[in-house]
């Protein structure tokens, strides 16, 4: 099974992929944890390319290639093998945060995503997708926190995503809303408002769920 983690920046995304992965685990899954763009070594490279901040004049189509190879890489190195293993395979973003960045806010085109995806991912698609709905000042507020913790510790930040404008990440988190419409059977939509307990009750809820109608 293929679950994927959705959001806005700072929507706590990450933070429910890792508890959903332990509660997995606990109860005995096989579980794969993986993320967008990075998982592999080489993904790794490219996402330092990606969210660097001092990147700033990556143009939009490099940026969307360098995104599917990152994910092309993911996909053959990582996901379909554990897949085929019989893993329950957990990412961090896949191509629906391409849709709505690239397809949607940076005007390339749905149609263009898709197109790369058949290509790069040989139109693989998650059987669940829990998308974490937080509002914009939320999501900024702790992306900024979380980027200034990094610093801190002494970590390059990659902040080159979240130092777009407020309606660059209003587009993306209406795209967000509009896929999950669309979509409806595949995406349950999270309110990631609320204290990371009551969210992570909600997420378990969907993933239990979909899991027992899948009998994996």
Known sequence: MFITFEGIDGSGKSTQMRLVGERLRADGRAVLETCEPGGTPVGAQVRKILLDSGNQELCPSAELLL???????????????????????????????????QGVARGLGVDAVRD???????????????????????????????????????????????????????KVQHAYWAMAEAESRR??????????????????????????????
């Open 67 to 101: 995104y599917f190879a990152s994910r092309a890489q993911n996909v053959e190195e990582l996901i379909l093998p554990a897949l085929r293993s019989g893993k329950i395979v957990l990412s961090d973003r896949f191509t629906d945060s391409t849709l709505v960045y």
């Open 116 to 170: 790369l995806h058949r290509i790069a991912c040989r139109d693989l698609t998650p059987e669940l997708t829990l998308l974490i709905d937080v509002d914009l000042e939320t999501s900024l507020a702790r992306a900024r926190e979380r980027n200034r913790q990094l610093s801190l510790a002494g970590v390059t930040a990659e902040t080159r995503m979240d130092d777009e404008a407020i309606e660059f990440h209003r």
């Open 187 to 216: 995406f349950v939509v999270i309110d990631g408002r609320r204290d990371i307990e009551a969210v992570a009750r909600d997420v378990w809820r969907a993933v239990s769920d979909r899991l027992r109608v899948l009998r994996v």
